[in-house]
């Protein structure tokens, strides 16, 4: 049987640490947890996590630099917790290449769904062929990609969006669709579908000459046009 996913907390709210502890524990996860960024990054060598789960606001490092420091080492994704609530901090952290975040207070169903579908990536089937579009080739088993043979370097959740889209085949994909695809949420859970904007302009960003190919449908989502 393999071993459940270990899932490192670095917050220093012990109280709200100690009920994700409880719930991801309780939904089968090894975890880990930090009080302090410096504290985070030595758990985050040592514990070799499969996700992380990382406050903006932390003693001694605070999570931006937490998250440059991991993205230096490893594509480990990230699931940034906020009490801000400014779109540049959100937007920032996911410049620094954090795959998704939640902004306090959150229930802990929508973090429990969020984690399950960070950890998803890492169980794609072997042996599917590349998928390519135009210059640009999505490698499913090797999780590579590269545009005009130059690779692309694209955090977790860009990668299962484009992935989304590769494999819709040219349909359009509402922002509703499209969450609860790549991000796994119920319909019925309230979720600001500008999560998928902030992502998709993103990964828009990273396809260079390709990225004309990721089309917005005026009133429903976005569509990637095949060749």
């Given at each position: ?145 590269r545009v005009g043979g130059r690779p692309a370097s694209l955090s977790a959740k860009e990668f299962e969006l484009l992935r989304c889209f590769l494999l819709a085949q040219g349909k359009a994909l509402t922002r509703e ?51």
């Open positions: 049987m393999a071993e459940a996913a270990m899932i490192l907390i670095v917050e220093d709210e012990k109280s709200l640490v100690k009920v994700l502890r409880y719930n991801l524990e309780k939904a089968g996860y090894r975890v880990a947890a930090a009080h302090d960024g410096e504290e985070g990054l030595s758990a985050f060598c040592r514990a070799k996590p499969d996700l992380v789960i990382l406050d903006l606001m932390l003693p001694k490092l605070d999570g931006f630099e937490f998250c440059k420091e991991v993205r230096r080492r490893a594509k480990t994704p990230i699931l940034m917790l906020t009490a801000r609530k400014e779109e540049v901090d959100k937007v920032l952290g996911l410049e620094l290449g954090a795959d998704d975040y939640v902004t306090k207070p959150f229930s802990v169903r929508e973090v429990l769904a969020r984690v399950k579908a960070l950890l998803r990536r890492g169980g794609q089937a072997a042996g599917e062929v590349p998928m390519r579009a135009g210059s640009l080739e999505v490698d499913l088993e090797r999780y590579e990609v669709q499209i969450l609860e695809r790549v991000w796994g949420y119920d319909r019925a859970m309230d979720i600001d579908t500008r999560t998928v904007d902030q992502h998709v302009a993103r990964l828009r960003d990273k396809l260079g000459p390709e990225a004309g190919r990721l089309i917005t449908v005026k009133n429903v989502g976005y569509r990637l046009k095949p060749d």
